[in-house]
């Protein structure tokens, strides 16, 4: 029998770890490979945490090797091959961007810092919390021996969802819908480009052929989506940020098909003209592990405005983090 792979996860008393937790453990994310659940929570969650073990315990899944939950990052992230940081601090009313950076950066920073000491030297660490991006550097920020190119912050989401929204407009599948890239910050500034998405081996963006259809309607419904899900649950996503969050550490872990790849914040190497060392989503390709930025892509005048206005914003968030000493 294979040994187990260690999974963390931050959170795991929360809204999408309700679905992200039973879907690791039924095999979504690594097929019949044992896994090792590690639950990261906050001391008052601890007891919700113990009734969604109960849960877990009575699924029977099996494959599922084992479950430990704490509150104590650097136990919990102990040898970790996989750590999910779903936790944070959701913006509450009246709170200022600045005390939304500095509640999540006190977050970030420990848990980088945990990770560097007691984390696998495979550890692949992938953040949902938002602001997702910035959140990112700054756990890698924290995590010097650690390299770079082990974060990354979840924009598949966004993808899946720019997807669903081209394929319904063309009637097609979802299957048939190729190289979608969610360009910039998980955030509304973000930009889901269609000029190098492809259905049947052909631009999307000419397919449709309609500017006003892409800018007034497409852009605004990926872009606002959460919005839209909480105007009508009274909750953010869940089941669907569950979802995204397993897909992308699955490729992640297990390789993107031929002639497509994913998209995923990593850190830029200058590609695009993104800053270098800024986490911003890109289109990639992912081979035993490791990810590689898709080169020579076409960007159009429109795509080059859309990619600047959110890196734009990603220089801000660093900037502000760097200003309150988080990285
Ligand atoms: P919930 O508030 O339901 O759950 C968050 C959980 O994190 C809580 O149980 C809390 O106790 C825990 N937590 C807080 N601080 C922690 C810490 N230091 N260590 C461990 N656990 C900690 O939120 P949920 O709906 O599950 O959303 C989680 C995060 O995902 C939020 O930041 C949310 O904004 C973000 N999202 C990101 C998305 C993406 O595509 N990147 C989409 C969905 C979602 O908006």
């Known amino acids: 029998s294979k040994t187990p792979v260690k999974v963390a996860v931050t959170g795991a008393a929360g809204q999408i770890c309700y679905s992200l937790l039973f879907r690791i453990a039924s095999g979504a994310l690594l097929g019949d490979t044992p896994v090792e659940l590690r639950l ?9 945490l113990e009734g969604v073990v109960m849960e877990l315990d009575d699924c029977a899944f099996p494959n599922l090797a084992k479950i430990e939950i704490g509150d104590d990052p650097k136990k919990v992230f102990d040898g970790v091959n996989m750590a999910m940081l779903v936790g944070a601090m959701p913006r509450k009313a009246g709170m200022e961007r600045g005390d939304l950076l ?4 006190a977050i970030f920073t420990a848990q980088g810092k945990a990770l560097n000491d007691v984390a696998a030297d495979d550890v692949k660490v992938l953040v949902t919390g938002n602001p997702a991006n910035t959140n990112a550097l700054i756990a890698l920020s924290n995590a010097p021996d650690i390299p770079k190119e082990q974060f990354a912050a979840l924009t598949r989401l966004d993808q899946d969802r720019a997807k669903a929204q081209a394929a319904q407009k063309l009637g097609i599948s979802v299957n048939d819908v190729k190289k979608m890239t969610i360009w910039g910050n998980h955030s509304a500034t973000q930009y889901p480009d269609l000029f190098n998405a492809e259905a049947n081996g052909k631009s999307i963006a000419e397919q449709i052929n309609d500017q006003a259809w892409i800018e007034d309607y497409f852009i605004p419904t990926v872009a606002k989506r959460g919005a839209a899900i909480i105007d009508a649950t009274g ?4 089941a669907s940020a569950a979802n995204a969050t397993v897909s992308c550490m699955h490729d ?4 993107t098909p031929e002639n497509d790849w994913v998209s995923m914040a990593v850190v830029s190497d200058g590609s695009y003209g993104v800053e270098e060392g800024l986490v911003s989503s ?7 592990g490791k990810w590689e930025i898709v080169q020579g892509l076409d960007i159009n005048e429109f795509s080059r405005g859309k990619i600047d206005a959110s890196v734009a914003e990603l220089v801000d968030e660093k900037k502000a983090v760097t200003e309150l000493g988080l990285i």
């Open 102 to 105: 500095s509640a999540n950066g």
């Open 40 to 48: 990261l929570e906050i001391t008052p969650a601890l007891k919700a």
């Open 282 to 288: 890109f289109p990639v390709t992912i081979k035993d």
């Open 235 to 238: 909750l953010s996503s869940r």
């Open 252 to 255: 992640w872990a297990l390789g």
